[in-house]
């Protein structure tokens, strides 16, 4: 019997179709998956979250009356990043008194909230003050405790917020990058021109002291209450024995680097008049107390102003050694 040799070419025939379907199939499958991966939208910059934080309007505002917008898009970056409302506290009401500050300003401010690279809350030791450099070459100094992390006494609220560029971390405070050591500071505060007196009086061992590299904390009184410590005026405090205008303002000062979330309810911390003082925390605020202040504290009405060479928290009572 003979073979039929056009069954074996239709055979052949139909083989060659059913491979040719299912490599334009796996083709086609193949492609489908290429082009979804190619859809999917890529992670967001440190720019893109700024912009679409409804917490962040005045930050936002601030990176474009900068010019920064562009640069937050690149490289690897950690961006401590001011809410609203730590904006609002700082003294920028709105995006109107943003924008009326210099932009030289608002860059300097701005670039002191970047580092170079990526932190992760992970990455950062349990410590205090741990000095890290920003991009505007000055140094912020951040701690991690049982309490959290926060950054020149600004309180982390919201770590790792991941961004294609980076991380952000949210704080509660502007960090303001310091251009005066302690003494300038008061200086620059009429509040505490009394201070300034008594500083001027002591005379250089004070002055040197704090003016000195440091780190320094100084506990600043203010006016009213060196008037409520009996001394009315300049002329009450030049009328002062040296020795004990020292003898106060050095109890005012301590021999480190002590931002309000470095401190401790019921802490004993030591001065460098050499006697102690009791820090007291409460979800109110910070206060102090001298030994020979009974039981009448000292309020931090201001809190951490950063120096050159350490941090500054006015207070409304004259501590007494």
């Known amino acids: 019997m003979k073979s039929n040799p ?3 070419q239709n055979v052949n025939r139909i083989k060659f179709a059913v491979i040719v379907l299912l490599s334009s199939t796996l083709f086609s499958l193949t492609s489908c998956d290429k082009d979804d991966t190619t859809d999917e939208p890529a ?3 440190i720019t893109d979250i700024v912009v679409a934080g409804a917490d962040f309007t005045l930050l936002e505002a601030a990176v474009v009356r900068a010019g920064l917008a562009e640069a937050l898009k690149t490289g690897t970056l950690t961006v401590f990043a001011p809410t609203d409302a730590a904006f609002k506290a700082a003294g920028f009401a709105d995006a109107a008194a943003i924008n009326a500050a210099p932009v ?3 860059q300097s401010i701005l670039q002191y909230h970047v580092v170079g690279r990526r932190i992760a809350a992970a990455d950062i030791p349990t410590a205090a003050n741990t000095m890290v450099q920003t991009l505007s070459n000055g140094n912020v100094y951040v701690t991690k405790d049982a309490s959290g992390v926060s950054v020149n006494g600004a309180r982390v609220t919201q770590a790792d917020v991941s961004a294609a560029n980076g991380v952000i971390h949210v704080i509660n405070k502007v960090l303001i990058p310091p251009t005066q050591n302690i003494v300038q500071i008061a200086q620059g505060n009429p509040n505490l021109s009394l201070l300034v007196a008594a500083v001027t009086r002591g005379g250089a061992p004070v002055l040197d002291a704090l003016t000195a590299a440091g780190p320094l904390t100084v506990l600043a009184p203010t006016n009213a209450a060196f008037q409520a410590a009996g001394f009315a005026d300049v002329a009450a405090i030049n009328a002062a024995p040296v020795a004990t205008l020292t003898s106060v303002l050095t109890y005012h000062a301590i021999p480190a680097r ?3 979330t470095n401190l401790t309810n019921g802490a004993t911390i030591t001065t460098a008049q050499g ?5 007291n925390v409460s979800a109110t605020g910070v206060s102090f107390l001298g030994k020979g202040n009974g039981n ?9 102003i950063v120096a050159t060479n350490g941090v500054v ?8 050694p």
Do not use: E, P, Y
């Open 313 to 320: 928290h006015v207070i409304d009572r004259v501590l007494l």
């Open 275 to 279: 006697g102690t003082i009791t820090s």
């Open 43 to 45: 992670a967001q910059t």
């Open 104 to 106: 030289a300003t608002l």
């Open 296 to 304: 009448q504290v000292a309020n931090v009405t201001s809190a951490d």
């Open 258 to 260: 002590a931002f309000s």
């Open 6 to 8: 056009f069954k074996f």
